[in-house]
């Protein structure tokens, strides 16, 4: 059974710093585009950053040059390095992963339990 374990998160302050961790288990052949997101109390879950593969990654202007996002392909994990935080940050953060579970063309999306984040102003 192919499960994203999430790991980190907490509580910061305004201007702190938090990383969080999703490692994929179970039987698979690869994972692709890996992703995490944000749901703020009340809103829709928003997208915050994301790697594919090779390593190419793409970040929403809110959190451009605060937020990292890195994988390591070898561990099927992927990571989120937040810094700067703001309390707008505050939420539950989803890693999402496209997973090939039985060969290199079908994929199916799969998504984590979340992890909390709270930063305090």
């Known amino acids: 059974q192919v499960q994203l374990v999430e790991s980190g998160g907490g509580l910061a302050q305004a201007g702190g710093s938090l990383r969080l961790s999703c490692a994929a288990s179970?039987?698979?052949?690869?994972?692709?585009?890996m992703a995490w997101y944000h749901q703020a109390q009340g809103k829709q879950r928003e997208l915050v950053a994301s790697?594919?593969?090779?390593?190419?990654?793409n970040y929403p202007t809110s959190v451009k040059g605060r937020f990292t996002i890195s994988r390591d392909n070898a561990k099927r994990m992927v990571n989120l390095q937040m810094n700067s935080l703001k309390p707008e940050d505050t939420g539950v953060y989803y890693c999402?992963?496209?997973?090939?579970?039985?060969?290199?063309?079908?994929?199916?999306?799969?998504w984590g339990q979340g992890t909390q984040v709270s930063v305090s102003s």
């Open positions: 999402n992963a496209d997973i090939y579970k039985d060969n290199a063309w079908m994929h199916r999306n799969y």
């Open positions: 179970g039987s698979m052949y690869s994972v692709g585009t």
């Open positions: 790697i594919n593969r090779q390593g190419d990654t």
